[in-house]
């Protein structure tokens, strides 16, 4: 039920997958590749968060300094503060990923002890024009949001991605809350500050 409500209907299965892969570190085997068959069984009740925070040192930063610790809040919420849902984006910290740090940018769907995510395809290079990655959501061959169960604490800072807009006008109808449905792809945004630029560019 859980799932559905979120849009991931295979959730168990993704937990499942990601408990195989805790139990099994030196399985070379993706985990998206791990049949169900070989995953633990039931999991019994898990816990949901609305929110999750990243606590880190950012020398660069105007509040922390080279002497403090600073936060960032990462949401997967259905209701923020009794209003429209937030679902943020967030760097995840990955072997071959962009940027010199290696990191991936993804939508975060639900923070368990674990995190669950929508994957996304990265281009080759950034867009010539903005000088940005871009992102596209992953698709299954039946075309739904391909998701991911990682370890929490590979969630490194907020991520913010910005609509790439086509030669149509966006209706007015739109509300922010509905961009990274409404969008089939994504700039990754240096600009926003300069732990996004140092993090992934």
Not at 51 to 66: L, N
């Amino acid at each position: 039920a859980l799932g559905t409500a979120i849009g991931f209907p295979n959730l168990p299965i993704l937990i499942c997958s990601f408990l195989f892969k805790q139990l099994n570190l030196h399985n070379p085997c993706h985990i998206l590749e791990v049949h169900p068959d070989e995953c633990p069984g039931r999991f019994g009740y898990i816990t949901v968060f609305p929110s999750a925070v990243a606590t880190f040192c950012a020398p660069s930063d105007d509040y922390s300094g080279t002497t403090e610790m600073t936060q960032e809040r990462i949401c997967a919420t259905p209701s923020w503060h009794g209003g429209a849902a937030c679902y943020d984006g967030a760097f995840l910290k990955k072997k071959g990923a962009f940027g010199a740090l290696g990191m991936q940018a993804l939508e975060v769907g639900l923070l368990l002890l674990c995190a669950c995510a929508v994957v996304s395809n990265l281009g080759d290079q950034p867009n010539p024009d903005m000088g940005l990655w871009v992102i596209e959501p992953a698709h299954d061959d039946n075309g739904s949001p391909i998701a991911l169960v990682v370890h929490i604490h590979l969630l490194v800072w907020n991520a913010h991605l910005m609509p790439v807009f086509g030669s149509h006008f966006v209706p007015k109808s739109l509300h922010f809350f509905h961009s990274l449905d409404a969008f089939c792809s994504f700039f990754v945004n240096k600009y926003i500050n300069h732990q996004a630029t140092q993090l992934a560019y």
